[in-house]
């Protein structure tokens, strides 16, 4: 496709990765990070800074975000100074990667269509910074088809498998299951693990015989050996991430009077990994929290 201007907000693991591929494919991006720091990693790219997102939208008709909550994405588009719905042109698409309350999405992206004729697409992702570095990631887009239709080729360059899923608000609703069947799975890893090596077994092998069975899975092959190693290498998902995931996902269940017990007991799981300071370690180090607790 021929080079498009992109605004893009959010420089963090993924969102400097996903800015990356967008540099190398030719765009033209924009950018703007409350943390100055986030632009040291991308130094070598002719990025085109800017001073806020009043600015950015200024200059950009689409835009990208992939902030950590929903109350991030919410200062960004409605900030009283200079939130991107004051300060956006008519007719702007504003994707937003982040994975936030899907009742929130619905509501921000009502607002700005009424109010500004800004189109606001949820297109949380799934496949962590790695996925985000090969362009492997998986998008799951709600809003408008059209909206969607105008953008997708970029999309197609951050990930493989690139979806319109429905209305407002399905994207997120579908990733909210991603994050919840991953958890939960990891859960039910760490418990499997611990079993086995409590029978003497070396974690080295149950993780071979584990992938090389029924059992075998994306997580396994991703929490498997983080766990066979005793957690020595570096976090591939900090676990503050999935620990605001399942609570949004649980408190959002309980106003619709769901009943998810095992979501409730994979939440307090990370629960007390946070509690023992593992907020930046990978959520896989819920393992020694299940091992903690199984004598």
């Given at each position: ?20 591929r967008l540099c190398a ?232 009077g769901l009943n998810l ?35």
């Amino acid at each position: 496709m021929a080079p498009q201007t992109i605004g893009f907000i959010g420089l963090g693991n993924m969102g400097g990765a996903m800015v990356r591929r967008l540099c190398a494919a030719g765009h033209i991006v924009h950018t703007w990070s409350r943390n100055p720091d986030r632009y040291a990693p991308l130094a070598d790219l002719p990025l085109v800074r800017h001073d806020s997102p009043a600015d950015l939208a200024q200059s950009c008709t689409l835009i990208f975000t992939n902030v950590t909550a929903t109350a991030d994405v919410h200062s960004l588009l409605f900030d009283a100074r200079s939130g991107l719905a004051l300060h956006a042109r008519a007719g702007s698409i504003i994707a937003d990667f982040s994975t936030i309350d899907a009742d929130a999405t619905k509501a921000m992206s009502r607002k700005l269509l009424e109010e500004r004729a800004v189109h606001l697409l949820d297109c949380p992702v799934s496949g962590g910074s790695k996925g985000a570095q090969a362009g492997t990631l998986s998008i799951m887009v709600g809003g408008e088809l059209s909206a969607f239709e105008h953008i997708q080729p970029l999309l197609q360059s951050l990930g493989t498998t690139v979806e319109h899923v429905g209305p407002s608000g399905a994207g997120q609703a579908i990733k909210a299951a991603n994050q919840m069947a991953m958890c939960i799975q990891l859960a039910g890893i760490a418990e499997a693990f611990a079993y086995a090596q409590k029978q003497g077994a070396d974690p080295v092998k149950v993780l071979k015989l584990l992938q090389a069975g029924l059992a075998g899975s994306k997580v396994l092959d991703w929490a498997g050996p983080h766990i066979a190693s005793g957690f020595s290498g570096k976090p591939d998902i900090e676990a503050r991430l999935h620990h605001k995931d399942l609570h949004m996902i649980s408190e959002a269940a309980q106003l619709q009077g769901l009943n998810l017990p095992l979501l409730t007991h994979t939440a307090e799981l990370l629960d007390a990994l946070m509690s023992q300071g593992g907020a930046h370690r990978d959520t896989s180090e819920i393992f020694k929290i299940v091992q903690s607790q199984m004598s």
